[in-house]
T-cell receptor, first 115, second 115 residues
Framework: AQSVTQLGSHVSVSEGALVLLRCNYS??????LFWYVQYPNQGLQLLLK??????LVKGINGFEAEFKKSETSFHLTKPSAHMSDAAEYFC?????????????FGSGTKLNVKP | DGGITQSPKYLFRKEGQNVTLSCEQN?????MYWYRQDPGQGLRLIYY???????QKGDIAEGYSVSREKKESFPLTVTSAQKNPTAFYLC??????????????FGDGTRLSIL
């Protein structure tokens, strides 16, 4: 069975501090992994994706994520938080089922950035 | 700019009423999807379509119906059989559904509430 677990439904950091959002996945096949960001009352925007070319993936807005197969993790980081980073973040895994690639989403982590 | 347009942004349904949510894309994507988002639950797949005139049930299709008569359009009808329709509905698309590393692109959502 495929699933995505995001540890911590709410994370709070100070402006300028490190952001670390955790994502662990379970998959019986090599996964394709994604991070999305959602601002209030908006859709999801793609931050970055892992597609096996490199374990450290750089995305937009200074975010990056590292794929660790041994830990089945794909944690999202940003060295210095900005107020505009306050949003909800979703980790997703794409798994092939017959001729369809199904996305499994985590339950999301809301990031609060304190001034 | 290419993208996905969902309308209306807010929708109210009376008891026993069917309502239709619109989703239009100009990305020339073959695959389209409908998700339901509830607080703290991530996204759940309602229906998906890989090509015109074809669609498949997702994980929570009961009480919903779709059509795919044109490549650009994938409307979702929430029927009176859906007893708990209050949620945020997201439409997404991808180039094709059969390629694993392709991200999904999202519209800005429709928030449906019961009167």
């Amino acid at each position: 069975a495929q699933s995505v677990t995001q540890l911590g439904s709410h994370v709070s950091v100070s402006e300028g501090a490190l952001v670390l959002l955790r994502c662990n996945y379970s998959s019986s096949v090599p996964p394709y992994l994604f991070w999305y960001v959602q601002y209030p009352n908006q859709g999801l925007q793609l931050l970055l994706k892992y597609t096996s070319a490199a374990t450290l993936v750089k995305g937009i807005n200074g975010f990056e994520a590292e794929f660790k197969k041994s830990e089945t993790s794909f944690h999202l980081t940003k060295p210095s938080a900005h107020m505009s980073d306050a949003a909800e973040y979703f980790c997703a895994v794409s798994v092939r089922i017959y001729n369809f690639n199904k996305f499994y989403f985590g339950s999301g982590t809301k990031l609060n950035v304190k001034p | 700019d290419g993208g996905i347009t969902q309308s209306p942004k807010y929708l109210f349904r009376k008891e026993g009423q069917n309502v239709t949510l619109s989703c239009e894309q100009n990305l020339n994507h073959d695959a389209m999807y409908w998700y339901r988002q509830d607080p703290g639950q991530g996204l759940r797949l309602i229906y998906y379509s890989q090509i015109v005139n074809d669609f498949q049930k997702g994980d929570i299709a009961e009480g919903y119906s779709v059509s795919r008569e044109k490549k650009e359009s994938f409307p979702l009808t929430v029927t009176s059989a859906q007893k708990n329709p209050t949620a945020f509905y997201l439409c997404a698309s991808s180039i094709v559904a059969s390629v694993s590393n392709q991200p999904q692109h999202f519209g800005d959502g429709t928030r449906l509430s019961i009167l």
